[in-house]
């Protein structure tokens, strides 16, 4: 039985051209450290990896290079931005929609005397606008926000809700899990403060890397979460106060930084409005044949606008678990099934607790794969 991998919203796969190849080369041809070594090798591996900063600065529109900062991934970022910056006293805003990546760290602060305060979201997974002008009161501290849902694929206001927080001078951080590489994102445009990317995503790269873009007036405001040997200024034992040093101590995951180079590099040449029209088409596809099915309901925005490729369902008749597993071992086709990390969004668009079965098609995903899965559902409910 082949397979149909349509499990993209957790992690892309097949991975870009050139990625595995290029971690294993770093591995097996290069595999010293950076900062650290003072021979051709070493600094040969730092120009890979200023680069690799720098082909995430055109990516998002940001001019400062020294301040894109690797992390194990998006999760670790988002705990050193908002644990760096929130202290007890401190009022956050978010939204109904988040990953326990946003979430879990929240109330982790939340215990130690930080105020949290949810923006609602409605049923499609849209954010109440007005809601966000009446909680957003001057002396909150920071808004905190995903830019698309990782559930169903809502995309969230980022600009404008920017440009409200900047005239309260609000800070605002965005994770950009589910679109960095998918939407275009501008952060001088937008004037977000901060935004994280997963590099296993959208970006086509391995796991374990990831990190955050931060302009220097908010980098000044987080605490380093971490602290230990940067190569740099070794001299002394306190914290490098200039950047990427203040915010990367410790060995770097530097295979992982080589394959998101060879992942940027193909990005580049193809360009993401290409991948993105061509996972919109396969989205367009599947939105279309799930609607003429009486026995599943589509979770969030049932058009195509608003949204990424990420379409979840609800089977109205049968455990979302139980179809999942019959898509897989009857079908082989890969679904993702359950609350998503996300139970804060299940609760606002009405799948908390059972959650929903996840379809997320990427850039090899075939018309005619979608066309089994449609077919497979269709079987599965038994609707002739």
Partial sequence: MSKIYLDNGSTSFPKAPGVGKAMADFIEKVGVNIGRGGYEEAYSAAEVVLDTREKLCRLFHFDRPENVIFQSGITAAMNVLLKGLLKPGDRVLTTSMEHNAVMRPLRQLEESGVEVVLIPCRGDGTLDFEALIDLATPGTRAMVMTHASNMCGTVMPVKEVAEYCQTLGIWTIVDCAQTAGILPID??????????????????????????????????????????????????????????????????????????????????????????????????????????????????????????????????????????????????????????????????????????????????????????????????????
Wanted: glycine share 12%; with cysteine; charged share 20%.
């Fill in 187 to 384: 952060m001088e445009d937008w004037g977000v403060d901060a935004i994280a990317f997963a590099g296993h995503k959208g970006l086509l790269g391995p796991q374990g890397i990831g990190g955050f873009l931060i302009t220097d007036d908010l980098a000044a405001e987080v605490d380093p979460l971490l602290s230990g040997g940067t190569g740099s200024i070794s001299h002394l034992e306190t914290v490098p106060e200039f950047l990427p040093d203040r915010f990367e101590p410790g060995t770097q995951n530097l295979p992982g930084i080589f394959g998101l180079h060879a992942a940027l590099t193909y990005l580049e040449q193809t360009g993401i409005d290409a991948i993105r029209e061509h996972e919109m088409a396969c989205t367009a596809r599947l939105l279309e044949g799930l609607s003429r099915l009486k026995g599943i309901r589509i979770v969030g925005r049932t058009q195509l606008t608003g949204r990424t490729a990420v379409v979840s369902v609800e089977f109205l008749h049968m455990d979302n678990a139980d179809a999942a597993f019959l898509l897989e071992d009857k079908y082989g086709i890969m679904t993702r099934c359950g609350l998503h990390c996300a139970p804060r969004a299940h609760m606002t668009v009405g799948t908390f607790p059972q959650g929903t079965v996840r379809f997320a098609p990427g850039r090899e995903t075939t018309a005619a794969e979608i066309d089994a899965a449609i077919a497979a559902v269709k079987e599965i409910l038994g609707e002739n």
